[in-house]
């Protein structure tokens, strides 16, 4: 009978020492780097959520639902129209984002863990639409950087609210029809042979210029020329003339005079 008995207490003393494990376990939680602990109580979410490390909870009545709060990347591929209504095949989205802590608890309680599938995708597939609709086929192609940070900045606007913080996004790849791409490419040769005429006729003309200033010049220094070789020619013939005058005086003073007694050289033929 006490070997019964005390089969009996130490059953009861083991069983004792079980639950007791099992209630410290039960009350006992770890929460990994990167996320946040999102508490309930029978299933209801409570407001307060626990950090990373060791917690406490209370046993058999709160569970913790361990959200993933790291950095996460979601790669979407998509298809749009633009502004002038050309047909993008592909675009390639790379999307940066994580879940705010503070808010996880109202994330858990309105969308669930499944958040990405419910509220993120679709958000950014609206957003790319819209924004992409701002811009012509080829502003997608010259202003990629300016139609992402539009994009990321509406679909910060979106979730936030919901508690998903948008890092960083961007337009990995645009696919446009092979008629666009044809079309793009003889733009852009049509823009270098009028570029290069645009060159050429510049050229031209500074040449031009410069041959019309260089006639301006030269026709200044010929008319400077021709004053000159018509002063001298002048003063060549009037030397002549009195040359001719000296050589025809034959040596008598003046017979006749004029007014006031002057002398005046009477050279006969």
Do not use: H
């Not at 940070?149 to 948008?166: C, D, F, R």
């Not at 008598?252 to 050279?267: A, F």
Request: proline letters at 2%; glycine letters at 4%.
């Amino acid at each position: 009978m006490k070997n019964q008995k005390g089969n009996v207490i130490l059953g009861i003393i083991i069983g004792v020492v079980v639950f007791i494990i099992i209630l410290l376990f039960a009350s006992i939680t770890t929460v990994p780097t990167g996320y946040v602990g999102v508490k309930t109580r029978f299933g209801q979410v409570q407001n307060d959520t626990i950090q990373e490390g060791l917690n406490f909870k209370a046993p058999f009545i709160e569970s913790i639902v361990k959200i993933d709060c790291r950095t996460q990347k979601i790669e979407y591929q998509m298809e749009a129209s633009s502004k002038d209504l050309q047909k993008i095949n592909a675009i390639k989205i790379a999307v940066n984002y994580g879940v705010d802590k503070q808010k996880a608890n109202v994330l858990y309680r309105e969308i669930g863990k499944d958040f990405n599938t419910i509220i993120v995708e679709p958000a950014i597939y609206e957003t790319m639409k819209s924004a992409i609709a701002n811009y012509t086929a080829e502003e997608l192609v010259t202003k990629r950087q300016e139609v992402s940070n539009l994009a990321q900045e509406t679909l910060t606007n979106k979730l936030q609210e919901k508690g998903i913080n948008i890092t960083s996004l961007s337009m990995v790849d645009l696919s446009f029809s092979e008629e666009f791409d044809q079309a793009i490419e003889k733009k852009q040769v049509v823009e270098q042979q009028t570029q290069q005429a645009k060159y050429e006729l510049e050229k031209a003309k500074v040449e031009n210029e410069k041959k019309v200033e260089n006639a301006k010049a030269e026709a200044e220094v010929m008319k400077q020329q021709n004053q000159e070789i018509t002063e001298k020619t002048l003063e060549l013939k009037r030397l002549e003339v009195q040359q001719k005058l000296i050589e025809k005086w034959n040596g008598q003073l003046p017979t006749t005079s004029l007014g006031d007694n002057i002398p005046m050289l009477n050279i006969g033929k």
